[in-house]
């Protein structure tokens, strides 16, 4: 185990970033302060008072009466800081996941992509048992948006376990909106039988964002760590960890949570909470090389019939184009890519039959001498 992993640091994640290790985080997820700007308690009509989010930590620039422009900047100024601190610890192949309402995911998306990142998805948290608009002057605010980037626009890997997440949407694709209650119940940590935390978060929309973009043994990283969800759910899931938490109080409630965490079995999780491997990469000139093809051999356009020439040096050529199967396939149908696998057939040595190279690249990935057609 590496000297960072599963670790609580106390501090301000601004100052704490730049000095972990460049690209620890196989992922971040991050559920900073929305900038609420609440100028009056809220009261229920039975007059209880509503527990609201006025936390110290959740205003800028100043009194909430103050301009809220003032308050607009202020965020802004922490907002780049933290995220620009983000990109630090952020693996080239990692993933960003940012959790926000109205009041601030604009302003937070906005700098997201003048920094560089690149957003993959914004995913609808839909409450299914959200708070009441008591005054009945706008609708029942019934929703937060996940942004989930990457790292930057050419960035060629990140993690995203399609497969797995089908299990959350009864075997289909999975979408981006998420239905979910909020926290509540045993799972909301209380103080003296008061909620402990104001803005702690469901677990279950922690398991699909670390199912979703992280394999077992990878590192979540959350720099507004708060009651450590996050790294309750990792450790469920057996996910490394690290959290950053500037309040005292709530660093000693998240240590003793994660603690009393029990990590599921090892074996289970690589079956259900991440997708296989990707299949090994096969050039076209290892059909050659294995003797499926051979130089001078026909290939066939499955839908156009162009015929095409293959060449030992893994190229093809039909007419004057000469190039990988994929782009003289391009060139052939008049697209601006292709997939030249699934579009050009041959004919098997010994048995005659017509195949898509498909097939004899699945031949050869099998390596178990299926490779003789
Ligand atoms: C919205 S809450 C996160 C709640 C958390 N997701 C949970 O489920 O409990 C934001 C947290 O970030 C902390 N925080 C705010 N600014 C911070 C900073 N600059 N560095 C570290 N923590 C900060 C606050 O103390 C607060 O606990």
Request: glycine share 8%.
């Amino acid at each position: 185990m590496a000297v960072h992993d599963n670790r609580l640091i106390e501090g301000d994640c601004i100052e704490l970033m730049p000095g972990l290790p460049a690209g620890i985080a196989d992922c971040i997820f991050a559920d900073p302060p929305y900038n609420l700007q609440l100028e009056a308690e809220l009261w229920r009509p039975n007059m209880t008072k509503v527990d609201a989010v006025d936390d110290h930590w959740d205003r800028f620039g100043g009194r909430a009466s103050a301009n809220p422009h003032d308050s607009f900047e202020a965020y802004d100024r922490f907002t780049e800081k933290w995220l620009s601190a983000a990109r630090h610890v952020l693996s080239d192949s990692g993933t960003i996941w940012v959790i926000g309402t109205y009041h601030n995911i604009y302003r937070v998306g906005r700098i997201m992509m003048d920094l560089g990142y690149w957003i993959l998805n914004d995913v609808l948290w839909i409450k299914t048992n959200p708070m009441p608009n008591f005054r009945g002057v706008r609708f029942t605010n019934a929703h937060e948006t996940l942004l989930w980037a990457k790292k930057s626009k050419s960035q060629k890997r990140y993690t995203f376990n399609h497969h797995s997440m089908k299990r959350y949407n009864s075997g289909k694709q999975m979408r981006s909106d998420w239905e979910l209650p909020l926290c509540t119940g045993a799972e909301r940590l209380t103080v003296n039988g008061e909620k402990a935390h104001t803005t702690q978060k469901p677990e279950a929309l922690l398991e699909r964002v670390i199912v979703s973009s992280t394999r077992v043994g990878d590192l979540v990283l959350d720099p507004f760590f708060g009651t450590g969800t996050t790294g309750a759910v990792a450790r469920r899931l057996g996910r490394r960890w690290i959290g950053l938490e500037q309040e005292k109080r709530y660093v000693e409630l998240a240590r003793n949570r994660i603690e009393a965490v029990e990590p599921m079995p090892n074996e289970w999780l690589k079956a259900h909470t991440q997708d296989p491997p990707a299949p090994p990469r096969v050039p076209f000139k290892r059909l050659l090389e294995e003797g499926l093809l051979q130089e001078g051999d026909r290939l066939t356009h499955v839908r156009l019939g162009v015929e095409a020439t293959v060449h030992d040096d893994g190229s093809i050529s039909v007419d004057g184009m000469r190039g990988s199967i994929h782009q003289v396939g391009a060139q052939v149908a008049g697209t601006p890519s292709c997939n030249g696998w699934r579009q050009w057939t041959c004919t098997c040595r010994d048995k005659g039959s017509v195949v898509l190279l498909d097939e004899l690249r699945k031949a050869v990935r099998g390596g178990d001498g299926s490779a003789q057609t």
